[in-house]
């Protein structure tokens, strides 16, 4: 549902949301929700670092890829990955934002040693 202020992006797996007008960036609405989004490159789909994931319908939600962002995804496109800093939201939307890798690492370390799979930490 639209609201008058603009339209409604949720990240997920956090549920946090942003109301940003249309045309702006996943990544801006990410800043704007309090999502942390790593980049390196500014914004200017060099470093893909801010890869998000817009499942099912909700991918027509985002305007289509342009050309840099179809170079530099390729067939993760068709798997609904997108760039942040590129797709600007069209409608409301629902992003997911993968686990930060170093962050996935700690977790499945922490994990492991809560079931005693492994005696060290590290
Ligand atoms: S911020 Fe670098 S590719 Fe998007």
Do not use: Y
């Amino acid at each position: 549902m639209k609201s008058q202020q603009g339209l409604t992006v949720i990240f997920q797996p956090d549920n946090r949301k942003a109301v940003v007008p249309r045309g702006v960036t996943l990544l801006e609405a990410a800043r704007k929700a309090g999502v942390a989004i790593t980049t390196r490159c500014g914004g200017k789909a060099g470093c893909l670092m801010c890869k998000v994931r817009i499942e099912g319908q909700d991918a027509a939600a985002v305007r289509p890829a342009g050309d840099a962002e179809r170079r530099k995804l390729g067939s993760l496109l068709h798997e609904g990955v997108r760039l942040a800093c590129q797709a600007a939201v069209w409608d409301n939307v629902t992003v997911i934002v993968p686990e930060d890798p170093l962050k996935a690492a700690v977790r499945r370390k922490l994990e492991a040693a809560r079931r005693g799979e492994e005696e060290d930490l590290w």
